[in-house]
């Protein structure tokens, strides 16, 4: 997510805060989706997954395949 997303829709990110990372929805600061956010970039390149970068209204699809690890 971009920091304008974040910025723009925190309110909505912290409704689905619980739903992949488990996190209770008052931990789930500005401060906090930054931080985590800021290194998720990072981590995705230097393991050489794809990412989508959200910058604007996202909504999610109907199905999503998660692959086992």
Known sequence: MSERYIHTHLCDIRAYANAIEKRKEN??????VLADNARMPRQMQENALPFVLIDDTYTMPD???????
């Open 27 to 32: 931990d789930c600061t500005m401060e906090s």
């Open 63 to 69: 199905t999503i395949v998660f692959a086992e690890a």
